[in-house]
């Protein structure tokens, strides 16, 4: 009875580990075109671009969003999510998928040779720090901050994909979980603190972790 409850429990979920896997390897393949600096021009001009046409008016409010993708905020949403699923005890593997997903923004910022932007464009107007803002790594290849939003972003679409809430009221969370990630991304372009490349980077990256979680739940 065992196996074959191990082996519905593969089969159902089988489709988000190989999605998942799929966005891993994209994410490989991505790194390595980023780390031939292929995006160069691209990243510059978007960078130019999105500060050239933004008001210098919400330097304070993505500044202030930009919080919700540090490590310690985004580590007790997830903390609050996977003490919400402990209903299952195979949920207890839940909690590895954020810690693996570090892992490997450390090691893409270690070995993708590719500098942040200069400091002439940083506008992160806000003195509050969190200890890991002081966390230094060579490059700034995939964007932390990006991807554990598209990481919890992808784990609440889940959840509520998972619910029995209308469809309706599905639509309108979706909508607002893509406005937030996307306003993430925008914001560390826009802040100086990271290129497009960057973002999409750590969006896939979130996003295949975001997969996994879901295989596991």
Not at 16 to 32: K, N, P, Q, R
Not at 74 to 101: C, E, N
Not at 180 to 206: C, F, K, N, P, Q
Request: hydrophobic share 50%.
């Amino acid at each position: 009875m065992k196996s074959k409850s191990i082996i519905s429990f593969l089969s159902y979920r089988a489709p988000y580990f190989i999605a998942g896997s799929l966005l891993f390897l994209l994410f490989t393949l991505f790194s390595y075109i980023v780390d031939r600096e292929r995006f160069a021009q691209i990243d510059f001009d978007t960078t130019v671009k999105l500060q050239d046409h933004i008001s210098r008016r919400l330097d304070d409010p993505f500044s202030s969003f930009s919080l919700l993708g540090s490590v310690e905020v985004s580590a007790v949403i997830f903390i609050l999510i996977y003490i919400l699923s402990l209903r299952k005890l195979h949920r207890l593997l839940i909690i590895s998928t954020f810690p693996l997903f570090h892992v490997f923004e450390l090691i893409g910022k270690t070995i993708v040779h590719h500098p942040g932007p200069p400091f002439m464009f940083h506008r992160y107007s806000f003195d509050l720090t969190f200890p890991s803002f002081y966390v230094v790594t060579n490059y700034s290849y995939p964007s932390g901050h990006t991807g554990r939003t598209f990481l919890l972003c992808g784990i609440l679409a889940f959840i509520i994909y998972k619910s029995k809430i209308s469809n309706v009221n599905k639509f309108i969370l979706y909508s607002i979980l893509a406005v937030v990630a996307l306003t993430m991304l925008v914001s560390r372009i826009y802040l100086g603190e990271h290129w497009l490349s960057d973002t999409i980077g750590g969006a896939i990256l979130g996003l295949s972790f975001a997969l996994f979680t879901a295989f596991l739940w």
